[in-house]
């Protein structure tokens, strides 16, 4: 009985914690186009960059995640999570090089899932006005490319 009223106190408090990342994510990058990153073995991740407030959202994909680095040759990855860290990290150091702010530093990180982890950055220049034309990663879209 116990338990039950335990986890009667836990679920709800686990289904809010979804909720506002999913409410916070929404309205933070909903009107962001993504843009496609590539590191490593050819593992693209979308970027979705708020540059007003400084923060991207870099989101993987579920089936790299659970499979590991290069699905179509040898699998080089064994442990996806063990690595998941460093792999979202090495993502959002490669946007900011190749939009060209390679001085700016990540100052914070927040996983909201295994798929979703948004970094705070920090950059000495100041934030763009609205509507500012920005770089834009040559030749890449996001979603699935087909080979």
């Known amino acids: 009985m116990r338990r039950l009223a335990a986890l009667l106190v836990v679920l709800p408090a686990l289904a809010g914690c979804t909720a506002t990342g999913f409410s916070y994510i929404s309205k933070t990058y909903v009107a962001l186009t993504p843009q496609v990153v590539t590191i490593g073995c050819k593992e693209p991740y979308e970027i979705y960059d708020n540059r007003q407030v400084r923060r991207m959202l870099v989101v993987s994909n579920g089936l790299r995640e659970v499979a590991g680095c290069n699905l179509n040759d040898l699998r080089i990855d064994p442990d996806p999570a063990a690595s998941r860290t460093g792999?979202?990290?090495?993502?959002a150091r490669a946007y900011l090089d190749e939009t060209a702010r390679e001085t700016c530093?990540?100052?914070?990180?927040?996983?909201?899932?295994?798929?979703?982890?948004?970094?705070?950055?920090?950059?000495?220049?100041?934030?763009?006005p609205r509507g500012t034309k920005v770089p834009r990663l040559p030749g890449r879209t996001p979603g699935f490319q087909a080979r």
């Open 87 to 91: 792999r979202f990290r090495a993502a």
């Open 105 to 128: 530093r990540v100052a914070g990180e927040t996983v909201f899932d295994p798929l979703k982890t948004e970094f705070a950055y920090t950059c000495a220049a100041p934030v763009e």
